[in-house]
Nanobody
Framework: QVQLVESGGGLVQAGGSLRLSCLASTSIFSSSIMGWYRQTPGNQRAMVATIMSAGSTDYANSVRGRFTISRDNYKNTVYLQMNDLEPEDTGIYYC???????????WGNGMQVTVSS
């Protein structure tokens, strides 16, 4: 069973930075697609950034150029560096692991990120 433990969320002023981390307790981490998703009240969970096992990345248009996703396969950890934060970045951030090879999709419990204006 895959467990994902997120950390690094909190309250920050607009223009500030946060670094989110997600530690995965699984041996399939290095071959998995990792992602960060955001959910706001009344909306579905939406992709913020993803990173493939080989390191290629994708971003939502709203965060491209401000956020950077990265991974450390030795530490089984994926990161989301968030710079120049805006109030619109507020939401619950979830870490996601997806393995096509093993048919696994797993989510973290989510954590709040609040950007004040």
């Amino acid at each position: 069973q895959v467990q994902l433990v997120e950390s690094g969320g909190g309250l920050v002023q607009a223009g500030g930075s946060l670094r989110l981390s997600c530690l995965a307790s699984t041996s399939i981490f290095s071959s998995s697609i990792m992602g960060w998703y955001r959910q706001t009240p009344g909306n579905q969970r939406a992709m913020v950034a993803t990173i493939m096992s080989a390191g290629s990345t994708d971003y939502a248009n709203s965060v491209r150029g401000r956020f950077t996703i990265s991974r450390d396969n030795y530490k089984n950890t994926v990161y989301l560096q968030m710079n120049d934060l805006e109030p619109e970045d507020t939401g619950i951030y979830y870490c996601k692991l997806q393995s096509m090879a093993y048919g696994v999709v797993s989510w973290g419990n989510g954590m709040q990120v609040t950007v004040s204006s």
